[in-house]
C-alpha cells in the first residue's frame, strides 16, 4: 500500500503537468484556426444601411432647417408645463 501511495504522490503532479502542457497546446491551436479571417462576407444588408444612413441624414438636415422645432432637450423641457399633485396625506 505504502508503494501505490509513493507512486501516486510523484506521479499524478507529473501527470498533471502533462495534461496542462497538452491542453495549452490544443488551445493555441484552436486560436491559430480561429484567427484567420472567414472566406465569406455577409453583406446582405449594406443596402438596407445605406438606405437608414441616408434617411436619417435626410431627416437631421430636415429638422437643422425648420426653425419653428425644438432642437435641444433642455427646450423642449422649458417648454412643456407640467403639475405636480401631491396624492395623500
Given at each position: ?27 493555441k491551436r484552436e486560436q491559430h484556426l480561429d484567427a484567420s ?53
Amino acid at each position: 500500500m505504502s508503494g501505490l501511495s509513493t507512486l501516486l504522490a510523484l506521479g499524478m503532479p507529473f501527470a498533471m503537468i502533462a495534461g496542462a502542457i497538452a491542453a495549452w497546446r490544443l488551445s493555441k491551436r484552436e486560436q491559430h484556426l480561429d484567427a484567420s479571417p472567414p472566406a465569406w462576407r455577409d453583406d446582405s444588408l449594406d443596402e438596407w444601411r445605406r438606405e437608414r444612413d441616408a434617411a436619417a441624414e435626410a431627416e437631421r438636415a430636415a429638422r437643422a432647417a425648420s426653425p419653428g422645432t425644438l432642437t435641444t432637450g433642455q427646450a423642449r423641457d422649458e417648454a412643456e408645463t407640467s403639475t405636480h399633485q401631491r396624492i395623500g396625506g
